[in-house]
């Protein structure tokens, strides 16, 4: 069987790194930890990690999982995932996209397969070049800009630093929300994740 494909979005070099519009990335670092590797180049125009997640039911290891981190700006990043699923024979209903988003608040997650892309380019870039939305993604809350700011200033900007330590704790929520989709499925992942009171 293919491995499950999890792309976390962002922008590459360290000026983005903390920006909201990076949550997606640093899900991925959480989750590089869990798996106890380190990301190489890849041809595809991305950074990739090769592994095993979780734990099966008896205590095998869980099943092989491609953590990626397209090296392209998130708003063309769907050309670099459509390659990695292509070089890794991944199927869309094997593709997890962990992303930013304006319309949760905060330290809220939400897992859900296909649907619209609510503006966000870099889901709207990956959709496109799949030519299908019928792919899972881990929606991570980032809230709305406050005042009159523009949203396109506001995902480029960091964390505040009263929103840290809530970050890290969502950040390893989100981490195991993708676990559970890998080692359960989704209809259990979505089930843990929004009937438990999930931040």
Known sequence: ?????????GNPGPQYAGNRHNVGQMVLD???????GTFTSHKARALVLDGRLGTLPGGAPGPRVVLAKPSSYMNVSGASVAALARFYDVAPERLL?????????????RLKRDGGEGG?????SISSALGTK?????????????????????VLRDFAVAERPGLGVTLEEA???VEDV???GLEKAQQQLHTAGAR
Do not use: K, Q
Not at 134 to 154: C, E, K, Q, S, T
């Open 1 to 9: 069987m293919s491995p499950w494909l999890v792309v976390g979005l």
């Open 30 to 36: 959480v989750l590089a930890g869990r798996i106890g």
């Open 97 to 109: 996209v962990v992303h930013d988003e304006l319309d949760l608040p905060v330290e809220t997650l």
């Open 120 to 124: 966000h380019n870099g889901l709207r």
């Open 134 to 154: 019928d792919y899972v993604r881990l929606r991570v809350g980032i809230g709305r800009p406050p005042g009159r700011m523009d949203a396109a200033d506001f």
């Open 175 to 177: 981490a195991d929300a």
């Open 182 to 184: 890998v080692v359960l």
